[in-house]
């Protein structure tokens, strides 16, 4: 088709898909002994519009979270900044791949710009969660609610270079599996700030 390099670039892809993945609890995590605040990570993310993601995604931090909404909040946020930044990362690297077309190099770039803006906005939220002590409660929530929106919308937007007919279909496929992975978890931790501020009031 494209030569081996461009066979080596799709396997490396899935590979690393795998592993970015968070739409199922790992084996490992199935496998955990049950913890008293299990309960309150899955009831919270039954707020969410992917629940099982949500609980798949904050498990691990349990301990930590306990049973405190902001600490859930401020994980669930954290949770998704790590995930944009290491697929950024790695978006970069395959940018730089051989064998993919110009149009999806220019794509992926494009994609990279929007993630950038995307982690510099979840920065800025989860600097907000921190300086939550104080009377001006609300004021706080509303532009964290704004800078995840806006994450949110950068992501949703980031895969539109990849619509089309002019892509390799696995490259747009797997790409766009990606980067809809970090716009579930973003959407999560959006319902699960807006939840912290219903309980709030």
Known sequence: MEGSSFTK???????????ISNTKPS????????????????KSCNATIYPRLCFSSLLSHANSIQTSPKLLTATALNVTLATAKSTSALLSSLSQSHGLKPREIDAMKDCIEELSDSVY??????GEMC?????????????IQTWVSAALTDEDTCTDGFEGKAMNVKVKNDVRKLIMNIAHLTSNALALINRYVSLHG
């Open 9 to 19: 670039f799709v396997k490396f892809l899935f590979i690393l898909l795998a592993i």
């Open 27 to 42: 084996l490992a995590t199935r496998n955990l002994a049950p913890k008293p605040n299990t309960d309150f990570i899955r």
């Open 121 to 126: 906005e979840l920065r800025e939220s989860i």
């Open 131 to 143: 300086k939550l002590e104080g009377f001006d409660f609300q004021v706080k929530m509303n532009d």
